[in-house]
């Protein structure tokens, strides 16, 4: 069975940091695109980051460009998020995503973790 | 940047066909996706490369994409498919998603 565990979020105050991290197995985790997509509350789905099978080539939404940092460990099948200079628009559910390349969707999706940023 | 259109919200009756549009610039010269979620869960596509069904997704979800609009079509709706709808396809390596529409079943 696919899972897809996130965790590292939390309060934190705008300005900070904060890692999130997102467990997987039950899949061939280095062969797979990577992805995190957030929803603030109420709101609707944006992109935020990707990451290929190797790490070498990254992507970013210009919300989040300079200061989220995506990267993976294929030998812990683990993705992260280093999120940095937080504000308050950046508060949401983080879902980490696979994306199946051949046809080309958003494939397994996390239950996702919460960012609250706030004072 | 690229952006993609989507009615905030659709009601149909049980049984009946919903249509949900959206709208980007030559969207059809891409591929289109739709994800479904529905209150407290994550999203799940429902359709992918604009026509196409995963599998144990019914039969009666399809979807098009010509010219500037991708159309998701719910056939014989059921109160099961109230969700949220969001359209989503690729740009400059991006993913970029609609900003969802809400399908009322009443």
């Known amino acids: 069975e696919v899972q897809l565990v996130e965790s590292g979020g939390g309060l934190v105050q705008p300005g900070g940091s904060l890692r999130l991290s997102c467990a997987a197995s039950?899949?061939?985790?280095?062969?797979?695109?990577m992805h995190w997509v957030r929803q603030a509350p109420g709101r609707g789905l944006e992109y935020v980051s990707g990451?290929?099978?190797?790490?070498?080539?990254?992507y970013y939404a210009n919300s989040v460009k300079g200061r989220f940092t995506i990267s993976r460990d294929n030998s812990k099948n683990t993705l992260y998020l280093q999120m940095g200079s937080l504000r308050p628009e950046d508060m949401a559910v983080y879902y980490c995503?696979?994306?199946?390349?051949?046809?080309?969707?958003?494939?397994?999706w996390g239950q996702g973790t919460l960012v609250t940023v706030s004072s | 940047s690229y952006e993609l259109t989507q009615p905030p919200s659709v009601s149909v009756s049980p049984g009946q066909t919903a249509s949900i549009t959206c709208s980007g610039d030559?969207?059809?010269?891409?591929?289109a996706s739709w994800y479904q979620q529905k209150p407290g869960q994550s999203p799940v596509v429902v359709i992918y490369?604009?026509?196409k069904r995963p599998s144990g997704i019914p039969e009666r979800f399809s979807g098009s994409n010509s010219g500037n609009t991708a159309t998701l079509t719910i056939s014989g709706t059921q109160a099961m498919d109230e969700a949220d709808y969001y359209c989503?396809?690729?740009?400059?390596?991006?993913?970029?998603f609609g900003g969802g529409t809400k399908l009322t079943v009443l």
């Open positions: 995503a696979t994306y199946n390349w051949n046809d080309r969707y958003f494939e397994y």
């Open positions: 039950g899949f061939s985790f280095s062969t797979y695109a």
């Open positions: 990451i290929n099978i190797y790490g070498a080539s990254t």
């Open positions: 030559k969207l059809g010269d891409k591929y």
């Open positions: 490369q604009d026509t």
């Open positions: 989503q396809t690729w740009d400059s390596s991006t993913a970029v």
